[in-house]
């Protein structure tokens, strides 16, 4: 199925389960390989309480196998988590309509303020794991196994005129690029077009956008010709389906692909990223969200994050988000 749905999540959780029988933003979230992190202490008893999330369908995966594994463990606690595009999440935060933002990009100063406005609070940055934008082409597709920076942008940016292949290079097929790609209100969208075209949220218009990331998976799956790009674990769900476009910075520099080694080191850049969750005060001061975000960043978090196709935090990483919750 193309469809990464709770089901697929659940299951992950589950061999998990089997196999085994926890704003004021962090100023440095990137660090090294460190030691793995500690096992979380047992959540207090009678936690109680519902728990709203919403934001990035990047980091919906992690959220949603986090939050099933705390339920089964709190059963008085009620963990809802949608998908509407990490600008949604901010404004539904702001809102009041949300207790946690799911972002795959940082919150902008004038979203923090308007929330102080609006909410009297403030918002505590979170880095949940790593991630690497994936740039990705039907599985049939032999020919672009890699592509620099500028090549991408060629595509990609705001006056782009470009239509087929073969304007990328002249060897490659002359048959009409079909584009997919995040929705306007998608951190990943934003991430992207500055990483890539020098601007956060520029972007030619002309390709089929979509704030669910199943959406451009099977669009991509579907036309030999297509390219789209989204967070790597939805292209490590459908490697069947898919191909991965190495990148290069430059036309002299090595073609790097996305792999849990090169995105963990960064190396796989520009594309390599934090993708994070914003909890607001007034929800950390609830015990029953408290534990969950304790959980988020436990050692047993950490394997949720792995088992739903993602890279877990650096120990120095995960410190600084309990330290936050102390």
Not at 113 to 142: C, H, R, W, Y
Not at 203 to 224: I, P, Q
Not at 295 to 300: G, K, L, M, V
Request: net charge neutral; charged share 30%.
């Amino acid at each position: 199925m193309f469809k990464k749905s709770t089901l697929a999540v659940t299951a992950a959780v589950m061999a998990l389960s089997l196999a085994a029988c926890g704003t004021k933003a962090n100023e440095n979230t990137q660090g090294g390989a460190t030691p793995a992190p500690s096992a979380a202490t047992p959540a207090p008893a009678g936690l109680k309480g519902e728990i709203k999330i919403d934001g990035s369908s990047t980091v919906f995966p992690i959220s949603q196998a986090v939050a099933e594994e705390f339920m089964k463990k709190n059963k008085d606690v009620k963990i809802t988590v949608g998908e509407s595009g990490s600008g949604n999440g901010a404004k539904k935060l702001i809102a009041g309509e949300i207790d946690i933002a799911d972002m795959s990009r940082k919150f902008k100063k004038e979203e923090l303020d308007e929330l102080k406005t609006k909410q009297s609070t403030e918002a505590f940055e979170m880095p949940v794991a790593l991630d690497g934008i994936t740039v990705v082409v039907n599985k049939k597709n032999t020919f672009a196994k890699d592509m620099t920076v500028e090549e991408l942008k060629k595509i990609w940016n705001k006056d782009s005129k470009l239509k087929k292949w073969n304007e990328v290079r002249p060897e490659w097929p002359d048959k009409e690029i079909k584009l997919y790609g995040p929705g306007t209100a998608s951190g990943t969208f934003e991430f992207f077009t500055e990483a890539i075209n020098g601007k956060a949220k520029e972007s030619r218009a002309d390709y089929t956008a979509s704030e669910d990331d199943n959406v451009l998976v099977k669009g991509v799956a579907g036309d030999e010709f297509a390219l789209g790009y989204f967070g790597f674990s939805y292209y490590k769900e459908n490697e069947d389906k898919l191909n991965a476009v190495a990148i290069k910075k430059d036309a002299n520099a090595p073609a790097v692909a996305p792999t849990h080694e090169t995105i963990e080191k960064m190396t796989y850049a520009p594309l390599s990223r934090y993708i994070f969750v914003y909890p607001t005060k007034k929800a950390i001061d609830q015990p029953h969200i408290k534990e969950f975000l304790k959980y988020y960043n436990s050692a047993e978090g950490m394997k949720l994050v792995e088992a739903v196709k993602y890279i877990k935090l650096p120990q120095d990483v995960l410190n600084k988000n309990l330290e936050l919750l102390k």
